[in-house]
């Protein structure tokens, strides 16, 4: 401790100019300064003196942590050693790909013992199902078969998918068709015709299989659930039909019919509908209200008995019977007014062939109508002139004839002649004209007429509820024409293939087929719209398909990329031979559009605003040989913005002709910073 001391020299801390040398007298103060040194190390030497245990226990216990920390750094040195020569991180990273294996196939085991559940669940309700159609339960039946459909995706298979779905499919479509055959067995048992006593008996109870006691209203519920109604109504239909409908709609044959109905215990059990000979022998030979009472009859008794007044049931019904009730009527009492010989004229025009032209009251135009349709309007008008001329009881039946006779057109024509709607043909237009014209003239009717009928009858006489419906018809029928002929305008173009590779001879060839059918199925439509449908009528139809035609083909060739410079000039070609053949369609509408117009106006092209995409398929036609700066400057003058080009098409549409290159990464930037 001494020495330590003994280097605190007081002598260090003065300011004298050789403090170095202890010969040196020091000043008084300089005195007084060592003095007070003196003082402090005496008291700092007798603290350590009497506090040495503690200062020797703190020096003792910084050894022992120096020790310690030495080592903790040779464990250190050894774990760097270890890790050095077996890397932890990787033995964690394969603890932790492991971990993810185990976690995976865990995941794999609960989505297939999952499946397993829904397999084993598919499979006990399918049991369940045939189990309650062979204990009679059958709507719970129709409703699990119904459900299962959707659970197995019946009609939305994928091509791959676990095997056992097929199974589990199959064996559904074995319990649809049993449950199928065994309805229709009940239907059967339960609508039946007893040929000796001309009757149609009705059963409410049913028994097939040694299954008894089943509702018929039960089995009709488990057919409407089971979406087989019309399967199910077919064979009842085709019975009713033939030996109940058909004697009905016949005025030759003098039948009535009886009704009876048979009560149990339970409520009813039986109802018939017996067909007698008519006690009537008065009857006239063309009676139409007896023939429409019985029609009403038959299809009341239907209603109440067999469809249990449900709505649903007998319009099912009804699809099944209209068509040939329809028929029934027309063959076998309609036709025996259609007049054999030549009709009146009117106008100066002979209406003895199929078609006439009329003038509409309340249009400008003319249209092209049926022979039917203007000769059921002239019977119209010469009952409604009757009305005026006889007394109030005639003139009644005279004033319900003509509404009669329109409501028969409205309830049988469309029916009639359903199935040449679904196809390109005058049929179609011919009855959206007969509709248009006959919706026309009913409105007339009551201007015409109302002011000569009987004051008893005017409150009562109503034409203009009938007149919307046959507008609705004409112009159901018209979008109706307008889908099938898109339709198939579309097959044509998916015909070819997009477009794609047509520097190639059989993909080009391909294409222009393609075009080439385009081609005959407008020619085709303008060949039969443009003489029978309205001038105005016709350019607004045709120029919405030309529209769908040149977007259709516009998109396609617009979505192409890479194309080769022999590829762009094949496109350009056909574009050109389509136009060229449409030439002659499109003059036709310029000419509509051009009646009433200046000789200036006529020679002008068709509105942008009817066909669009005409302008731009032309200008398409043009950029396909035309310089990358020249179809820049295009866009920048807004040229291609006005034909209807948008942005992402042109920069698209320049990417698949030019190469990559500066000039390129100019003109696109210039056309994404044009000023428009």
């Known amino acids: 401790m001494d020495p330590l001391f003994d280097r605190i020299n007081v002598r260090d801390l003065l300011s004298g100019h050789d403090l170095s040398d202890p010969s040196t007298p020091l000043a008084p103060l300089d005195l007084r300064l060592e003095s007070h040194s003196l003082q402090i190390k005496s008291k700092v030497r007798s603290y350590l003196l009497s506090h040495h245990d503690g200062f020797a226990s703190l020096f003792s216990q910084c050894n022992d942590a120096i020790l310690e920390t030495n080592e903790i750094s040779d464990n250190i040195s050894c774990i760097l050693s270890l890790i050095s020569d077996h890397p932890i991180d990787v033995e964690i990273r394969e603890l932790v790909d492991e971990i993810g294996r185990k976690t995976k196939e865990a995941r794999e085991k609960r989505e297939l013992l999952g499946l397993l559940r829904v397999i084993v669940g598919i499979c006990k309700r399918l049991e369940g199902a045939r189990s309650a159609l062979s204990n009679g339960r059958l709507r719970f039946a129709a409703e699990e078969v119904k459900e299962l459909k959707k659970a197995l ?166 699809r099944l019977t209209w068509p040939r009730i329809s028929d029934l009527i027309i063959s076998n009492f309609l036709s025996k007014y259609t007049s054999k010989g030549p009709l009146l004229k009117k106008d100066g025009m002979a209406i003895n062939s199929s078609k006439q032209v009329v003038d509409l009251l309340f249009s400008a135009e003319r249209c092209v109508v049926s022979k039917a349709a203007s000769q059921l309007m002239e019977l119209v008008h010469q009952a409604l002139q009757d009305v005026g001329l006889s007394s109030t009881r005639v003139a009644l039946e005279f004033y319900h004839a003509a509404r009669d006779a329109i409501l028969l057109y409205e309830a049988i024509i469309p029916v009639k002649l359903e199935w040449q709607l679904d196809g390109i043909n005058q049929v ?141 000039l094949q496109l350009q070609r056909l574009i050109h031979l389509m136009l060229e053949n449409l030439s002659s369609l499109l003059k036709s509408l310029i000419a509509i559009d051009s009646k009433g117009k200046s000789e200036e106006d006529s020679g002008r092209p068709i509105d942008d605003d009817i066909i669009p995409s005409l302008r731009k398929i032309h200008k398409l036609a043009e950029l396909l040989d035309m310089p990358l700066k020249s179809i820049t400057i295009s866009w920048e003058s807004g040229e291609l913005l006005s034909c209807g080009f948008t942005i992402v098409e042109l920069k698209d549409f320049i990417r698949a002709i030019f190469a990559d290159s500066p000039l390129r990464k100019e003109c696109l930037w210039r056309i994404e910073n044009a000023s428009l």
């Not at 009704?259 to 022998?281: F, H, R």
């Not at 509709?435 to 201007?447: H, K, R, T, V, W």
């Not at 509820?465 to 018809?473: E, K, Q, S, V, Y």
């Not at 396609?556 to 990329?561: G, P």
């Open 153 to 318: 995706r019946i009609g939305d298979e994928e091509e791959v998918e676990p095997i056992v779905y097929g199974l589990l499919r199959k064996q559904w479509a074995d319990l649809f068709d049993d449950m199928q055959e065994l309805l229709v067995k009940f239907m059967e048992n339960a609508v039946r015709f007893e040929p000796d006593s001309r009757t149609i008996r009705v059963k409410y109870r049913l028994s097939v299989d040694e299954i008894d006691g089943i509702e018929l209203h039960t089995v009709l519920e488990a057919m409407d659930v089971a979406g087989i109604l019309d399967y199910g109504f077919a064979k009842a239909a085709d019975l009713i039909i033939k030996h109940v409908i058909t004697p009905a709609a016949n005025y030759r044959s003098l039948v009535t019919f009886v009704e009876d109905v048979n009560y149990g215990s339970d409520g009813i059990t039986e109802a018939v509908l017996k067909i007698l000979p008519s006690q009537d022998n008065k009857i006239l030979d063309a009676d139409g209200d007896a023939i429409y009472a019985r029609v009403i009859q038959v299809i009341r008794f239907i209603f109440k008995h067999i469809c249990f007044e449900n709505g649903s049931w007998i319009h099912s019904f009804g």
């Open 428 to 568: 179609a237009i011919l009855m959206h004209n007969d509709c248009l014209y006959l919706s026309q003239e009913i409105l007339g009717l009551a201007f015409e007429y109302r002011t000569d009928f009987p004051n008893s009858i005017k409150e009562h006489a109503v034409f203009a509820d009938m007149a919307p419906r046959f507008h609705l018809i004409a112009e159901e029928i018209l979008q109706r024409q307008i889908q099938i002929v898109i339709f198939n305008l579309r097959e044509a173009i998916d015909g070819a293939d997009g477009f794609q590779n047509t520097h190639q001879m059989q993909q080009f060839e391909s294409a222009k087929f393609s075009i080439d059918q385009v081609v005959f199925v407008l020619e085709k439509v303008h060949i039969i719209w443009e003489p029978l449908l309205q001038p105005s009528t016709y350019r607004r139809s045709m120029c919405m398909v030309l529209e769908s035609v040149f977007s259709r083909i516009t998109k396609d060739i617009l979505l192409l990329d890479d194309l080769a410079a022999e590829e762009t």
